[in-house]
Nanobody
Framework: QVQLVESGGGLVQAGGSLRLACTASGSTGSSYTVTWFRQAPGEEREFVAAISWSWSRTYYADSVRGRFTISRDIARNTAYLQMNTLKPEDTAVYYC?????????????????WGQGTQVTVSS
């Protein structure tokens, strides 16, 4: 079993910043990719960013490239999503998940484990 815990969400004004964290535990294996998705009300869950654990290779959705940065701290078994220049359209519940595949799948149906999510609300 794998446990994933997200944190760091909140309410911020447009143009502001937040940093999300995702801590993995359990049977993660030694090499995996951490992926962030988000889901706005009435919308499908969409890919945001991913990072490979071993080589720190990163992947971004076009909508966040240049504003969001994904990173990881191997010692803490934690991945981070630094979100800058936030826009109201970034408002969503943000989820993290892991995969042994590289490059990571961009379809949420390809993932078995999910955290509980953290709410990000950007006011205009």
């Amino acid at each position: 079993q794998v446990q994933l815990v997200e944190s760091g969400g909140g309410l911020v004004q447009a143009g502001g910043s937040l940093r999300l964290a995702c801590t993995a535990s359990g049977s993660t294996g030694s090499s995996y990719t951490v992926t962030w998705f988000r889901q706005a009300p009435g919308e499908e869950r969409e890919f945001v960013a991913a990072i490979s654990w071993s080589w720190s290779r990163t992947y971004y959705a076009d909508s966040v490239r240049g504003r969001f940065t994904i990173s990881r701290d191997i010692a803490r078994n934690t991945a981070y999503l630094q979100m800058n220049t936030l826009k109201p359209e970034d408002t969503a519940v943000y989820y993290c998940t892991i995969s042994s595949r590289s490059p990571p799948p961009r379809a949420p149906t390809e993932y078995a484990y999910w955290g509980q999510g953290t709410q990000v609300t950007v006011s205009s």
